[in-house]
């Protein structure tokens, strides 16, 4: 596998939560919850990349549980090509169906209340989309 740090975003149309691992892909680690609707939005997604430099980005693809697309789908992936544009970083898009709600379950069942934990469940989401890819990319 090759060394380098990755970076996960758990894209919605509200929110979208961001992830990173270390250079080693051992551990994921939330970053930050960004605002979609926010006019900076890309300075802050290129700043995080500035500062992390990761060297492949995943992208979460919200499917039906039955495996069909969704019309959420359809938004990552255009948001998923944005980020090959603007940046030139290989993407790939993680099947993302389960990762929200376990994100949900484990917060709620450390106390936290799914009001107060929006941004933190955004975030979570981002880093169970990128251990996912970490193993996936552990496999081949």
């Keep these: 596998m090759l ?4 970076m996960a975003f758990d ?4 929110r979208i939560g961001v992830a990173v691992c270390d250079p080693d892909a051992i551990l994921a680690s939330p970053v930050t919850t960004l605002k979609n609707n926010d006019q900076h939005l890309w300075d802050q997604i290129l700043e995080l990349i500035k500062e992390y430099e990761p060297i492949h980005l995943y992208v979460g693809a919200p499917k039906h549980l039955s495996g069909h697309s969704s019309a959420s789908l359809t938004k990552a992936e255009d948001f998923s090509n944005s980020l090959i544009e603007r940046t030139g970083i290989p993407v ?5 169906r389960l990762s929200t709600v376990g994100a949900a379950k484990q917060l709620k069942e450390s106390g936290m209340s799914a009001r107060e934990s929006k941004s933190a469940i955004d975030q979570a989401a981002a880093v169970a989309i990128l251990e996912q890819a970490i193993a996936i990319e552990k496999r081949k």
């Excluded at 894209?11 to 509200?14: E, F, L, M």
């Design 3 to 6: 060394r380098g740090r990755r």
């Design 11 to 14: 894209y919605g149309d509200a």
């Design 92 to 96: 790939s898009m993680i099947d993302e």
